[in-house]
């Protein structure tokens, strides 16, 4: 088992930043980012191992950058060049099953969720 704790939500204006921050209970090889907007489903965002392997989706790519610490087990979302359509709930996840690593398919493990929220 993991728990996750994210923080670092809030409301911004378009074009604004944020930083989300994401807390495990013990280290994991791989953690993410995913995004649940109301009435869609939920989706990556972004990956990264234990040696820094990032992949990210095609819609945040050059506005988005994961991170981690892993002496801290904390996975971080820098967030750039907001938009509308990046409101949402943030979701943190680890463990991957047959040890992948890709924002395509859930993790074993979620948080509870960070509430973004963009303006126009």
């Known amino acids: 088992q993991v728990q996750l704790v994210e923080s670092g939500g809030g409301s911004v204006q378009s074009g604004g930043s944020l930083r989300l921050s994401c807390a495990a209970s013990?280290?994991?090889?791989?953690m993410g980012w995913f995004r649940q907007a109301p009435g869609k489903e939920r989706e990556g965002v972004a990956t990264i191992s234990s040696s820094g392997a990032t992949k990210y989706a095609d819609s945040v790519k050059g506005r988005f950058t994961i991170s981690r610490d892993n002496a801290k087990n904390t996975v971080y979302l820098q967030m750039d060049s907001l938009k509308p359509e990046d409101t949402a709930m943030y979701y943190c996840g680890a463990d991957w099953p047959n040890g992948l690593c890709i924002w395509w398919q859930a993790p074993n493990y979620w948080g509870q969720g960070t509430q973004v929220a963009v303006s126009s």
């Open positions: 013990r280290s994991s090889y791989c």
